[in-house]
T-cell receptor, first 115, second 109 residues
């Protein structure tokens, strides 16, 4: 079955540590996204990529980094510069980035807790 | 600024009908989406509206009025499994999605 796999599902980090969240898709989608979800707020875009080896900052990119070396993979690194990293992180993909009917397929999410 | 408003929480009874409203103010409009998200899980796509009117899909329907900046999601014959959060999102003129905070729907027997 085609889909998006995120790992790990739960992650605990000490302050000052970098962590990398994995996102892999086998849907042959061109565009991939990372969102952060906090209670009482809408999804906020961290980074997105419409093509391999290219990505753009979203609304809250500070303290995060990404890479897109393969079409299938879009890992997110939460660096120690991110002041409040405890959150639920969602990876998503879509066939193309610039289209009205741009339906996103989401992964199951990774919950990061900073101790 | 850009803004999406939806009620924080709603309660309904199994077998009944519920309407979840969404109002928006965005820079341009390229469509409105509804997603369902069960607690701790991935959001899943429910509907997409770009033209005014009602789109029906089984027990779920979605309505759009672009002139009023308004949409609603109508759920009929409610089932316990419909207990979830419902996310409204609007695609702006730059094809960026603006998300509401979601409406938590609680279904009671």
């Amino acid at each position: 079955d085609g889909g998006i796999t995120q790992s790990p599902k739960y992650l605990f980090r000490k302050e000052g540590q970098n962590v990398t969240l994995s996102c892999e898709q086998n849907l042959n989608h061109d565009a991939m996204y990372w969102y952060r979800q906090d209670p009482g707020q809408g999804l906020r875009l961290i980074y997105y990529s419409q093509i391999v080896n290219d990505f753009q900052k979203g609304d809250i990119a500070e303290g995060y980094s990404v890479s897109r070396e393969k079409k299938e993979s879009f890992p997110l690194t939460v660096t120690s510069a991110q002041k409040n990293p405890t959150a639920f992180y969602l990876c998503a993909s879509s066939r193309t980035g610039h289209s009205g009917a741009n339906v996103l397929t989401f992964g199951a999410g990774s919950r990061l807790t900073v101790l | 600024g850009q803004n999406i408003d939806q009620p924080t929480e709603m309660t309904a009874t199994e077998g009944a009908i519920v309407q979840i409203n969404c109002t928006y103010q965005t820079s341009g409009f390229n469509g409105l989406f509804w997603y369902q998200q069960h607690a701790g899980e991935a959001p899943t796509f429910l509907s997409y509206n770009v033209l005014d009117g009602l789109e029906e899909k089984g027990r779920f329907s979605s309505f759009l009025s672009r002139s009023k900046g308004y949409s609603y999601l109508l759920l009929k014959e409610l089932q316990m499994k419909d207990s979830a959060s419902y996310l409204c999102a609007v695609m702006d003129s730059n094809y960026q999605l603006i998300w509401g905070a979601g409406t938590k729907l609680i279904i009671k027997p």
